[in-house]
């Protein structure tokens, strides 16, 4: 199950209080029961991803507010992300927060995968969340970045480009293009950040590189203790999510990442009561939103890991009952 570290969430329900808006009466209203087990919340104290969607659907709707997810990434804390926040703060540089930040950032939330990249004089940080993230945390987590980086760095701080696979209206998109003070991508292929190289060397206020030091290791701890809870199939998902095409991805390679056999894995993933073929099914799907209409269907089909065109027709028509031709002329 993928889930967010209850400091997180909290952060959410502390920021609605300012609102007007009773901790209490909101996780009745979206029917949260996961608070009731104090030995549970005690031993893993983790939110589901399902909770956290429902909350900021009610805060969005109640609040009748469309970038709810964004007000509320402006209002980050580095606290609210717990070790990483601190960790993050404790940095160098910004290179050195980011690399921290692809390293632990499951501790505050399993719920996506960054990446980072570099294009001569660009830098590139990229999300790719969960499929069943709603726009309103997507909109969180990228806000969040931004806004963390200018407290450390420097407030006038700005972005390049930023980059939405949603597709939002002119006047939202108006509003978030002057908070970022850069130009806004909306319908884009990913949700990324991009920014000039020349900010990877800039030196954090608050550097300190013993402190730094510790919290790495205090992450590590926490990571291998929240990964040896994890279930198989969170952690396929990650692996697929983090690859750039799905060509040659298949049950060995995948066995072979984890160090584990194909038989291994076919048996644990049973018992979670899914398979290696679903879980690639699933990616491909998720995928294919944000390639249909933008690419051929040929380079569709090769980035997807098909092994041709006539391949991708057919799992294309028994996920959603018609051809890629239809779709692309009716739909």
Sequence with gaps: MNTLADHYFSSSLDYLETLGLNSQVVLSAINFKEYNDKQAQQLAPRISLSSYNALLDYAQHTLNEP??????????????????????????????????????????????????????????????????????????????????????LNSQLSPSRIYF???????????LASWFNCPIETNAEYNQIEFPS???????????????????????QQLSRFKSQQLLTEKINHLLMAKNDLDDCNLIRTSSAL????????????????????????????????????YSLCTIANKLGFNDQSSFNRAFKRWYGYSPLYYLKHK
Aim: with cysteine; net charge positive.
């Design 67 to 152: 970038l709810f997810g964004f007000k509320l990434g402006q209002q980050i804390r580095t606290a609210d992300f717990g070790v990483l926040g601190y960790l993050i703060e404790s940095s160098d540089n910004l290179a050195s927060a980011i690399a921290a930040l692809l390293n632990y950032d499951s501790l505050v939330a399993d719920i996506g995968k960054a990446q980072f990249e570099q294009q001569h004089d660009i830098a590139v940080i990229r999300w790719i969340p969960h499929t069943s993230c709603n726009s309103q945390v997507i909109l969180r987590n990228m806000t969040a970045w931004v806004g963390v980086i200018r407290q450390l």
């Design 259 to 294: 160090n584990m056999t194909p038989r291994t894995v076919q048996r644990h993933l049973r018992r979670e009561k899914t398979s290696f073929a679903e879980l690639l099914g699933s990616e491909r799907k998720r995928r294919l939103q944000l390639y249909i209409g933008k």
């Design 198 to 220: 020349s900010y990877l060397a800039l030196p954090f206020k608050t550097d300190n590189t013993q402190i730094n030091l510790v919290l790495k290791q205090v992450s590590e």
């Design 165 to 175: 696979t949603q597709a939002w209206s002119h006047a939202e998109t108006k509003i």
